[in-house]
């Protein structure tokens, strides 16, 4: 059990840039969800995926936000057309059941 | 709609102090309730896991109480160290069937002077 792991750690992208993360749970997990954390904040929910499907999408995730966990393993977690406002800590997590919470080291995205 | 405060929102305490961060939560009806430590730019790492049936955890130098009721926990940190120095973070569970999303307060950044 390596832990939930992001990647990458770190991206910086040009305005208008499409972006894809990705996150890789602790495998006998069966959810898996997606925050968002902006500075000085506590992380917002975006989506979660139980399995491979997606119950249920934050009002934050607008269109151009787009994630899929196919097979129930991996995630992936794209932005399109790119906005300043995106730029964030971008944090995963899974869970087994209702149990508690693991999270991944994070994606820093920058937009410029 | 849950709202968690966290109060106060830095605390600066000489090494060696116990020490109390608290969480407050508006709407009692929680599955569970998770502190969290994150240090800067970095991703969090769960400490206590707090069931709503129960009234305390406890892990090492680390004890975090929860009453219900009154919307109230708090997590103890006993004889601190200058590794303690991080943002602490609560959150909730809510307890409702299907309803998965976590609430999290802003975070407490605590740091321990040597």
């Known amino acids: 059990d390596t832990g939930v792991s992001q990647d990458p750690r770190h991206k910086i992208t040009k305005r208008g840039q499409n972006v894809t993360f990705r996150c890789d749970p602790i495998?006998?997990?069966?959810?898996l969800y997606w925050y968002r954390q902006t500075l000085g904040q506590g992380p917002e929910f975006l989506t979660y995926?139980?399995?491979?499907?997606?119950?249920?999408k934050s009002r934050l995730l607008s269109d151009r936000f787009s994630a899929e966990r196919p097979k129930g393993s991996f995630s992936t977690l794209e932005i399109q057309r790119t906005e300043q406002g995106d730029s964030a800590m971008y944090l995963c997590?899974?869970?087994?059941?209702?149990?508690?919470?693991?999270f991944g080291s994070g994606t820093r995205l920058t937009v410029v | 709609k849950q709202e968690v405060t966290q109060i106060p929102a830095a605390l600066s305490v000489p090494e060696g102090e116990n020490l109390v961060l608290n969480c407050s939560f508006t709407?009692?009806?929680?599955?569970?309730l998770q502190w969290f430590r994150q240090d800067p730019g970095k991703g969090l790492t769960s400490l206590l896991l707090?069931?709503?049936?129960?009234r305390e955890q406890t892990s090492g130098r680390l004890n975090a109480s929860l009453d219900k009721s009154s919307g109230r926990s708090t997590l103890y940190i006993a004889a601190s160290q200058p590794g303690d120095s991080a943002t602490y973070l609560c959150a909730v569970r809510p307890s409702n069937f299907g309803n998965e999303k976590l609430t999290f307060g802003t975070g407490t950044r605590l740091t321990i002077i040597p």
């Open positions: 995926f139980q399995n491979e499907a997606q119950l249920e």
């Open positions: 997590a899974s869970s087994l059941d209702f149990y508690g919470y693991t």
């Open positions: 707090i069931q709503s049936s129960q």
């Open positions: 709407d009692s009806a929680i599955y569970n």
């Open positions: 495998s006998e997990h069966n959810r």
